[in-house]
């Protein structure tokens, strides 16, 4: 076990046991639940949050909680934790390596031999003020209820709100990181919502509260880059206009193409101009992507250090996306705002899926998800989009191989086939999935 004592060149030393046992072994082993990717979940999103060197995520053998793991310990103080997923990454990392607190639902206490009941953390915000910044785009700003400084989060990052009827929500976080005051949002009322964007859009108002998650990021700046290429379509500039903030500090060169049918139709038009300067290019369509920006011309030549950044629409992304296939994987950072019905095109066969902790298998017919049927066995599953955008239903996956539909995973994550959204993704012909549930 790591002693205090190894800590002393850092300010905050994390280590998490990703010991591996033989399958069936009586005590179970951190990693077979999952640890090993939660780790690099933990030191990737340390990154992202620019810890610096003071703060180390390491790997640690065995801590002798098997049966409670995974397990984590942070010295200097020698706090314990158990864990399940990136959502408890997320909360301990903001809470206790950010904000010096403890997270309580998760502690791992001297002689603990069951887990507590681990229900994440929630904010519960003010609506400080309401504004329409295009038609039918309205910019919240949100507050603590007492004033006292929010979670802190990186550019890129979103954090989920909660609607009256229990809908989960995701929103991209748009102002300057270094405000801990406020969480600026840009929502969109979509005319085929089921509820979510138009609850939000409809009922929030100046005063009101509203139930929040803790932010997470899963759309960073990369930490090596020497020029960003940001590419935003329409109410997809949220996430960019945070990257715009963090940027202004930092010494990397930066551009922003923003694409939108006209001037009236542009959401945070004068933030944008206002954050961005000299450094943003407006491209106005007039509803004809044709006339649009020349995403292969932009993306034409593949330059070192140079990483592309694209937020918006289906088509902009998968244009960027096909335009930028001669540049390494590792460059290119994607967030989707919608998404056009390919994944109703693919056949779906019957499969199995094994829940590990409840040690069931329920069989997934052709016309229904995992999710569907996970939910249907009595399981309380949290969900968000519930089309393969947000990683809201994430799930570990222990064995099986996936077919993975979603928009969330890099390729390099969908060949690792570690995780899998419940929502879309199935398994491939002949296959038992393993679930983490
Ligand atoms: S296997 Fe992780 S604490 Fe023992
Ligand atoms: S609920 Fe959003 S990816 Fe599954």
């Known amino acids: 076990m790591p002693s205090a004592s190894q800590s002393h060149h850092y300010d905050i030393h994390v280590f998490c046991c990703i010991n591996e046992r033989a399958p069936g072994h009586p005590r179970g082993s951190c990693s077979a639940r999952g640890s090993q990717a939660l780790q690099a979940y933990m030191k990737a999103q340390g990154k992202a949050l620019a810890l610096g060197s003071r703060v180390r995520i390491n790997k640690s053998g065995c801590l002798e909680r098997c049966e409670l793991g995974p397990a984590m310990v942070i010295y200097p103080e020698g706090v314990w934790y158990t864990y399940n997923s990136e959502a408890d990454i ?14 309580e639902r998760l502690l791992l206490e001297p002689g603990q031999t069951r887990p507590r009941a681990t229900e994440p953390r929630r904010l519960t915000l003010l609506v400080a003020d309401v504004s329409l910044t295009a038609p039918a785009v309205k910019r919240f700003v949100l507050r603590s209820l007492d004033g006292s400084d929010l979670p802190a989060y990186p550019a890129g990052a979103h954090i989920d709100l909660f609607t009256e009827s229990g809908l989960r929500r995701s929103y991209s976080l748009a102002g300057d990181p270094a405000d801990r005051r406020q969480y600026v949002l840009g929502v969109r009322r979509e005319e085929d919502s089921r509820g979510g964007s138009s609850w939000v ?14 932010p997470r990021s899963s759309f960073a700046l990369a930490a090596d880059a020497t020029m960003h290429t940001l590419i935003a379509g329409g109410i997809g500039i949220t996430p960019i206009l945070a990257m715009g903030h963090e940027l202004k500090a930092r010494p990397e060169d930066y551009h ?3 694409c939108t049918p006209n001037e009236v139709e ?6 944008v101009r206002s954050v961005f300067g000299p450094k943003v290019t407006f491209h106005h369509d007039d509803g004809n992507p044709a ?16 990483h592309i950044y694209v937020c918006g629409p289906a088509g902009l992304v998968e244009s960027a996306r096909l335009h930028s296939s001669h540049w390494s994987e590792e460059t290119f950072h994607s967030e989707l705002f919608a998404l056009e019905p390919v994944t109703d095109e693919l056949p779906n066969e019957a499969f199995d899926v094994f829940l590990s902790r409840q040690k069931i298998t329920l069989s997934v017919p052709p016309e229904r998800s995992i999710l569907e049927v996970v939910r249907d066995a009595g399981l309380d599953v949290e969900t968000s989009c519930e089309d393969g955008l947000c990683s809201c239903c994430r799930t570990r996956l222990l064995g099986g ?7 969330v995973l890099s390729s390099a994550e969908k060949l690792a086939n570690e995780s899998i959204m419940i929502c879309v993704s199935r398994a491939t012909d002949g296959e038992t999935l393993i679930l983490d549930l």
């Open 90 to 103: 997320d909360e301990i990392l903001q809470c206790h390596v950010l904000g010096g607190e403890r997270v």
């Open 266 to 271: 542009t959401p945070f038009l004068e933030e």
């Open 291 to 306: 006339n649009g920006l020349d995403v292969q011309a932009l993306l034409a030549d593949s330059v070192p250090g140079q």
């Open 201 to 214: 859009f409809d009922q929030l108002s100046a005063n009101s509260e509203v139930t929040a998650s803790v």
């Open 256 to 258: 922003l193409h923003y």
């Open 401 to 407: 191989e996936a077919d993975h539909r979603d928009h």
